[in-house]
């Protein structure tokens, strides 16, 4: 990796770490690209240089992390539901800053919505697998019932500061998605 490569990588992460720390301190309506610059030790230009504004920046973010847990549940996609889980719940303690902020913010209702509709694609198969045990109940009324289950428990989990461990939340959470799916 050349210089300019880590110079860019850095310049990056600073931005995405200056507005997740600003959004803990105020909206994200009220916080400019002024804040981010001085916050990250760079000029607005270089904000201009990698995003179009501070939504796209936020939207980047927000994609990544997405990502990220995509790639994990694909990597553990052949696991039962309590293996399965472990990583996705580290990855939200590693990420705990930008997943509370994300969580608690007004300003990033785009996040919820986001992470729902990534939850929907990544339970649908699974709903549809789901057996004789569910032959009574519609698929969307249970994919319904899953994902807003899943993003309330973590919601829970997040905003209550984790009041128990990645191993407690996977077997808890793995146990309730073996009943019902």
Not at 47 to 59: E, G, R, S, T, V
Not at 74 to 100: G, H, K
Not at 147 to 172: C, F, H, L, R
Request: with cysteine; charged share 30%; proline share 1%.
């Amino acid at each position: 990796m050349s210089k300019i490569d880590r110079r860019i990588l850095k310049s990056q992460e600073a931005m995405k770490t200056a507005v997740i720390e600003l959004m803990t301190e105020k909206s994200f309506d009220e916080i400019t690209l002024q804040d981010i610059a001085e916050r990250a030790n760079i000029s607005r230009g270089t904000i201009y240089l990698h995003y179009a504004d501070k939504l796209d920046l936020l939207n980047k973010l927000i994609e990544e992390h997405i990502e990220k847990l995509r790639s994990i549940c694909r990597s553990v996609a052949e696991l039962d539901f309590r293996e399965a889980i472990l990583p996705w719940f580290e990855y939200l303690e590693q990420n705990y800053l930008f997943f509370s902020t994300m969580l608690a913010s007004k300003g990033a209702t785009s996040f919820r919505t986001q992470f729902v509709e990534f939850l929907r694609e990544e339970f649908q198969n699974e709903v549809k697998q789901s057996g004789e045990k569910n032959d009574s109940i519609s698929e969307d009324i249970l994919l319904q019932f899953i994902v807003t289950s899943y993003a309330g428990i973590t919601e829970w989990w997040i905003i209550n500061k984790m009041p128990y461990s990645s191993e407690v939340m996977a077997d808890q959470v793995g146990l309730l998605l073996d009943r019902n799916l």
